[in-house]
């Protein structure tokens, strides 16, 4: 994977084949600690303690179109390289919730990449799930839900390729908002 | 931090009153199925999916629907996708490109021709590798 935006969308691909309703989806970067953390969570069916422990084997796998999985290993492999870690958490019958974490400094942090698409490609694919979205860096943060969204706009459909372009368009615009607000305040 | 509106949704809104447009849009002439596993992301998947709603929105088409899906079992033929033409038998597209997306989207999507070059085979059955 080139960069961390493929990363989630591989990892929220989990939650959909796991039943999920609803997958929130966050991305926290602390300047202070020098720390970004990547959280996905979702309300699928979960997994069991043994499942969960298994979850970072690649040769593990509870599907059967391949017997192997390599998704969340990938990840861990990314955070090992950017100084960091991966847990991974989950209750079966309520939902698992993935932590990833980076240095932000490191040389060997993989690029963001292209959230917005990310976003969109699981609204495309999934319009019937919740997705929830939040870019925190600092004390700035910015966030985006299809819920809220649908309530806003009921007569259209989010999978409409004209309404995907626009929500993507929204979410770009308002991740340069919060990092030229953060960057402002930062060099007051 | 202050908020945008979504403008070009209030256009679109307004677009929707004069037209039908949109909501509920049942009767798709085509459906486009974008697989998304960790095979198919790795290699360059997103991308393919990106193309596709690239020629869509190029066209303002109202009924070509892009959709994913997961791991078909067979990985290294990734990215793929299938078409699917309302009444027709889907077409699996394997080795793709943006360009061949553009192409299938052209020959297949617009026209009705199979790009017989860059498919897998026709229908959807389960493919026996051993």
Same mark, same amino acid.
């Given at each position: 994977?080139?960069?961390?935006?493929?990363?989630?969308?591989?990892?929220? $691909?989990?939650?959909?084949?796991?039943?999920?309703? /609803?997958?929130?989806?966050?991305?926290?970067?602390?300047?202070?600690?020098?720390?970004?953390?990547?959280? #996905?969570?979702?309300?699928?069916?979960?997994?069991?303690?043994?499942?969960?422990?298994?979850?970072?084997?690649?040769?593990?796998?509870?599907?059967?179109?391949?017997?192997?999985?390599?998704?969340?290993? =990938?990840?861990?492999?990314?955070? @090992? !390289?950017?100084?960091?870690?991966?847990?991974?958490?989950?209750?079966?019958?309520?939902?698992?919730?993935?932590?990833?974490?980076?240095?932000?400094? *490191?040389?060997?942090?993989?690029?963001?990449?292209?959230?917005?698409?990310?976003?969109?490609?699981?609204?495309?694919?999934?319009?019937? #799930?919740?997705? *929830?979205? +939040? *870019?925190?860096?600092?004390?700035?943060?910015?966030?985006?839900?299809?819920?809220?969204?649908?309530?806003? +706009?009921?007569?259209?459909?989010?999978?409409?390729?004209?309404?995907?372009?626009?929500?993507?368009? +929204?979410?770009?615009?308002?991740?340069? #908002?919060?990092?030229?607000?953060?960057?402002?305040?930062?060099?007051? | 931090?202050?908020?945008?509106?979504?403008?070009?949704?209030?256009?679109?809104? $307004?677009?929707?009153?004069?037209?039908?447009?949109?909501?509920?849009?049942?009767? =798709?002439? !085509?459906?486009?199925?974008?697989?998304?596993?960790? /095979?198919?992301?790795?290699?360059? !998947?997103?991308?393919?999916?990106?193309?596709?709603?690239?020629?869509?929105?190029?066209?303002?088409?109202?009924?070509?629907?892009?959709?994913?899906?997961? /791991?078909?079992?067979?990985?290294?033929?990734?990215?793929?996708?299938?078409? $699917?033409?309302?009444?027709?038998?889907?077409?699996?597209?394997?080795? @793709?490109?943006?360009?061949?997306?553009?192409?299938?989207? $052209?020959?297949?999507? @617009?026209?009705?021709?199979?790009?017989?070059? +860059?498919? @897998?085979?026709?229908?959807?059955?389960?493919?026996?590798?051993?």
């Amino acid at each position: 994977m080139e960069d961390l935006s493929l990363h989630i969308l591989d990892i929220a $691909e989990n939650s959909v084949e796991a039943g999920a309703t /609803c997958v929130k989806i966050g991305l926290i970067e602390d300047r202070s600690t020098d720390l970004l953390k990547l959280e #996905i969570e979702d309300n699928g069916r979960g997994m069991t303690p043994e499942e969960c422990q298994q979850a970072l084997n690649p040769f593990y796998t509870t599907r059967t179109t391949r017997r192997f999985g390599f998704g969340l290993p =990938f990840l861990h492999e990314a955070c @090992l !390289a950017a100084q960091g870690q991966l847990k991974v958490e989950s209750t079966p019958g309520k939902g698992t919730k993935v932590t990833a974490t980076f240095r932000l400094s *490191h040389i060997d942090l993989k690029p963001l990449g292209d959230v917005a698409l990310t976003i969109i490609t699981l609204i495309a694919g999934h319009p019937d #799930i919740e997705w *929830h979205y +939040y *870019h925190r860096r600092n004390n700035f943060e910015f966030t985006f839900n299809t819920r809220e969204f649908k309530e806003n +706009y009921p007569e259209m459909a989010i999978n409409h390729p004209e309404v995907l372009k626009a929500i993507r368009n +929204y979410i770009n615009q308002n991740l340069s #908002i919060l990092r030229r607000e953060h960057d402002r305040s930062q060099s007051l | 931090m202050p908020k945008l509106t979504i403008e070009e949704l209030e256009k679109l809104r $307004e677009e929707v009153r004069k037209t039908t447009f949109i909501r509920e849009q049942t009767q =798709f002439r !085509a459906k486009i199925n974008v697989h998304m596993g960790t /095979c198919g992301l790795a290699a360059g !998947a997103r991308n393919i999916l990106n193309a596709f709603l690239r020629e869509i929105e190029k066209r303002g088409l109202t009924d070509v629907l892009v959709t994913t899906s997961g /791991c078909a079992g067979l990985c290294s033929r990734e990215p793929m996708a299938t078409i $699917e033409i309302a009444g027709q038998a889907p077409v699996k597209y394997v080795d @793709l490109t943006e360009k061949k997306a553009q192409e299938i989207f $052209e020959k297949h999507i @617009l026209n009705g021709e199979i790009v017989t070059a +860059y498919a @897998l085979g026709i229908g959807s059955e389960k493919t026996d590798l051993t």
